[in-house]
């Protein structure tokens, strides 16, 4: 069967990507292994996503995932006071804290719902034909018109096709999940010498604690885990939020901001972090994906009806976006200035 569309990644971009072809008519499948998904950080969803959620018709959807509210932020950054910023005075709102595997599983859920094919299948490679594309997934050969890469950070397509991809500094976020009966409902950040640290509430009793460092002190770190723990307990706040035992599990990823050098091409398009991945910091990643995702359907469903410049706009829109996230990230590294002569903080402005 020849699809009109092959959505690689069924994260909260390719989710709606495939959802928004679909609901246009269009036949879609939607293809991940879902291997990493069990191991996926990124759990604070900002309230600023609720109106493009509605629009979407997607918030029924996220409720089904059972997310605990998040009503602020406590943050100890560029002082030593932990300040609140009450979401209340928001006016899109408070936020969530998600349980990631179930947040992506309804938003996949509701993709399929509106006719999207689902396959827990793994993109292998891919080959330009006629019509399109031969794309060699785990379970056999499917074609397709356009293929979205929607894999997150790894950009899979994106990199089979040679296109390279443009790291902001390094950063590498080296976290955790612990059972937590804290009632603290706003996450908290805070700035260290090496790095930050972000605690956040999760659902069923389960809490996230976070480091972010420079890559040379992860590899360190990850060696010799016990200073984890030694490094939480050094701090002001966040120590006094969760146990600073050493982790039972200790995990490491990629957390930089970074750009693929080109968003689309011949009959492929990027979205969500696949196309622009952001610092943690920013707390933007699940939106922009939300965000991206059905920008870049919208692309698409033109460029199928023959109108090749919603691609350009796209591509612009991307590019502003970006502009806007540099712009907002170096300002929030710029406001700490206590941990200037540290190698982490001297390489961030
Ligand atoms: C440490 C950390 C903390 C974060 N915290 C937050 C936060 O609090 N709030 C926030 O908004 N954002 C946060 N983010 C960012 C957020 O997690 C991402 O922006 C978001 O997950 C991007 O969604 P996506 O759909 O683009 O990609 P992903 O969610 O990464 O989904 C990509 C999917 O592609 C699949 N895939 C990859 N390769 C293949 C293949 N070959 N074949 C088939 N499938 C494949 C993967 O299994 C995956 O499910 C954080 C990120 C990090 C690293």
Not at 51 to 59: A, C, E, K, N, V
Not at 193 to 198: D, I, S
Not at 281 to 306: C, E, K, W
Request: charged fraction near 20%; include cysteine; aromatic fraction near 8%.
């Amino acid at each position: 069967m020849c699809f009109d569309v092959l959505v690689v990644g069924a994260g909260p971009a390719g989710a709606v990507c495939a959802r928004t072809l679909a609901l246009a008519g269009h036949r879609v499948l939607l293809v991940d292994d879902v291997r990493s998904s069990n191991r996926k950080v990124g759990e604070n969803l900002i309230g600023a996503a609720r109106p493009l959620l509605r629009d979407l018709g997607l918030l029924p959807w996220v409720e089904l995932s059972e997310p605990v509210t998040c009503s602020g932020t406590l943050s100890a950054w560029g002082e030593d006071v932990l300040r609140s910023n009450d979401f209340i005075r928001d006016p899109n709102g408070i936020g969530w804290c998600l349980d990631r595997p179930r947040f992506d599983s309804c938003l996949r859920e509701a993709a399929i719902a509106v006719g999207a094919q689902w396959r827990q299948v793994r993109l292998n490679a891919v080959q330009k034909d006629s019509a399109g594309w031969r794309a060699s997934l785990s379970d056999g050969v499917v074609s397709a018109r356009w293929i979205i890469d929607a894999s997150g950070r790894r950009s899979i397509l994106a990199r089979r096709l040679g296109v390279s991809r443009r790291q902001d500094s390094d950063l590498v976020a080296l976290y955790t999940w612990r059972q937590s009966q804290s009632q603290e409902t706003r996450t908290v950040v805070e700035s260290s010498p090496h790095g930050w640290w972000y605690t956040a509430t999760l659902p069923h009793e389960r809490q996230v604690v976070a480091l972010h460092v420079g890559a040379a002190d992860a590899s360190h770190i990850m060696r010799k885990q016990s200073e984890w723990s030694d490094l939480l307990a050094a701090t002001q706040h966040i120590r006094g939020k969760c146990e600073p035992a050493t982790p039972a599990s200790l995990f490491s990823t990629d957390a930089s901001g970074s750009s693929l050098d080109s968003w689309g091409g011949e009959r492929w398009l990027a979205v969500g972090d696949a196309a622009l991945a952001f610092d943690p910091l920013s707390s933007q990643g699940i939106f922009n994906a939300l965000y991206t995702g059905l920008r870049g359907a919208q692309a698409v469903i033109g460029a199928l009806a023959g109108r090749q410049q919603t691609l350009t706009k796209y591509s612009q829109q991307l590019m502003s976006i970006r502009e806007a996230y540099l712009h907002q990230v170096a300002h929030f590294y710029q406001a700490e200035q206590r941990w200037r002569g540290y190698p982490f903080w001297d390489s961030r402005g």
